[in-house]
């Protein structure tokens, strides 16, 4: 219930078409990090760390060009 909370109850599956903020999620997560201590803080450090690696994940996805072979006549 704390990470529902913690990141806006977001309720989306993740096949949804829905865009996710990953940079948003990674602050909000460096924030929960900021107002721990100790385990808790390594917790919420490695949380904002896999953010980021799945908004670079998505931008790498998106970005590539789709892998098309030219007709050969």
């Known amino acids: 219930m ?3 909370f913690s990141f806006g109850c ?3 599956g993740m096949g949804s078409d829905a865009k996710i903020d990953y940079q948003r999620e990674a602050m909000t997560a460096m924030k929960m990090a900021l107002a721990a201590s ?3 803080r390594m917790k919420w450090v490695r949380v904002a760390q896999a953010w980021q690696d799945m908004g670079r994940w998505v931008e790498r996805r998106d970005g590539a060009a789709p892998c098309v072979q030219a007709e050969q006549d």
């Open 2 to 4: 704390f990470l529902m």
């Open 10 to 12: 977001d309720d989306r």
């Open 38 to 40: 100790g385990f808790e």
